[in-house]
């Protein structure tokens, strides 16, 4: 066990929060918690798991150094549950060179064999909402 707080934001510990999900203990049962375990496996280095959450049709091909961003904060802004595609919008600060960078993605998360993956980016919010 760690001390260690979550990089997903949310205020307990790694292990009890997404470790449980990265160490495949569990599997997360909506999209939102997909996102957070998923920024949480880019700001550990878990690119095994990254690759079991993204969905098989656009997941690339990843390397370990792929992933070696200095990952600094999480912002989940709204997300949207659905019955087969679910969406997600939120913010990721991450440091490089010495200077801090933002990501603002609204992503499609979609169920797969009975898990919700990542699917892709989306340009807005569908509907306009």
């Given at each position: 066990m760690t001390d260690r707080y979550c990089p997903c934001g949310s205020g307990k510990p790694l292990d009890t929060c997404c470790g449980l999900y990265l160490s495949g203990k569990a599997y997360?049962?909506?999209?939102?918690?997909?996102m957070r375990s998923?920024?949480?496996?880019?700001a550990t280095g878990n690119f095994r798991y990254l690759k079991k959450t993204w969905h098989p049709d656009t997941?690339?091909?990843l390397q370990a150094?792929?992933?070696e961003t200095q990952w600094t904060k999480l912002e989940v802004i709204k997300s949207k549950a659905g019955l087969?595609?679910?969406i997600v919008e939120?913010?990721?600060w991450?440091?490089?060179n010495d200077q801090e960078h933002l990501i603002h993605e609204i992503s499609l998360f979609k169920l797969f064999k009975k898990r919700w993956v990542y699917l892709e980016a989306l340009p807005n919010w569908p509907d306009g909402k």
């Open positions: 997360p049962n909506n999209a939102e918690a997909v998923r920024y949480t496996a880019f997941c690339p091909e150094e792929d992933i087969k595609k679910s939120f913010k990721a991450y440091t490089e």
